[in-house]
């Protein structure tokens, strides 16, 4: 089945949520849009939330969060048990944390990376697939943690 990404940025990541939205419908990717809905300031752990509660809940298959460095938005993603959310601005560490954390979340700093550099960010993240193997057991143990470190 086709993946629908979960989008959802604070003021500081608005227009390159916007961008990215722009992109996906020219490329087709499917995305819900969790917001925000504008530069008026906001408070992204609640934006966190809202992606994290629509990957868990099976509405959506993975999501991407921009803030003003993506550290913020990051940092309350890993708090859902089963998010492995990523903060990137490369692609050699977008490709890698799919196929080696097989992250769900990918976290952009709007005021950080520039747009296009931001797309292929995306781009990278969308079109990479998790190895499994030795990773899967890792991953596993990541997930491990969930229940005997909470
Ligand atoms: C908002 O000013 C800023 O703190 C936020 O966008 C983000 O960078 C937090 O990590």
């Given at each position: 089945m086709e993946k629908i990404y979960a989008l959802a940025s604070d003021h500081g990541g608005y227009e390159l949520k916007e961008e990215i939205k722009r992109h996906f419908d020219e490329i087709g990717i499917k995305y819900i849009d969790f917001g925000?809905?504008?530069?008026?300031s906001v408070d992204y752990p609640e934006y966190a939330a809202k992606v994290c509660r629509a990957i868990i809940g099976g509405e959506c298959g993975a999501g991407i969060l921009c803030c003003g460095t993506g550290i913020g938005m990051s940092i309350a993603a890993n708090k859902f048990d089963g998010i492995r959310a990523a903060v990137a601005s490369d692609t050699f560490s977008v490709r890698y944390t799919r196929m080696?954390?097989?992250?769900n979340v990918l976290c952009l700093g709007g005021r950080v990376v520039g747009v296009g550099l931001a797309l292929e960010l995306c781009d990278v993240f969308v079109s990479t697939e998790f190895e499994g193997g030795r990773h899967a057991k890792r991953v596993g143990m990541i997930t491990e943690l969930e229940s005997t470190h909470r």
């Open positions: 925000t809905n504008s530069t008026a080696h954390n097989d992250a």
